[in-house]
Nanobody
């Protein structure tokens, strides 16, 4: 069983930065693709970013391209989401997810097998 724990969320002013972390326990994530999703109040969960098992390939939602960067450190069993130039519309609960089968970055939530509990990000204007 894999457990994913997100951290790094908080309150930040527009234009600021945050770095989210997703630490895994229970097994190595080395062979798994990973993703970040977010859900704002009253809205459906949406894709943010994903990274392949090797870290060589990434995918981003259009709304965060050029501002967010996903990365991973397989030695630390951790995935990161660096968020720069934050906007109020980035306010949401952010979730990391693990895909144990495909190995490539995917934007559809149903392919992910394990999910963290989420970390809250609030961007004030």
């Amino acid at each position: 069983q894999v457990q994913l724990v997100e951290s790094g969320g908080g309150l930040v002013q527009a234009g600021g930065s945050l770095r989210l972390s997703c630490a895994a326990s229970g097994r190595s994530l080395r062979t798994w693709a990973m993703g970040w999703f977010r859900q704002a109040p009253g809205k459906e969960r949406e894709f943010v970013a994903a990274i392949s098992r090797s870290g060589e390939n990434t995918d981003y939602a259009d709304s965060v391209k050029g501002r967010f960067t996903i990365s991973r450190d397989n030695a630390k069993n951790t995935v990161y989401l660096q968020m720069n130039s934050l906007k109020p519309e980035d306010t949401a609960d952010y979730y990391c997810a693990a895909d144990q089968w495909t190995g490539v970055p995917r934007s559809t939530s149903h392919v992910y097998d394990y999910w963290g509990q989420g970390t809250q990000v609030t961007v004030s204007s």
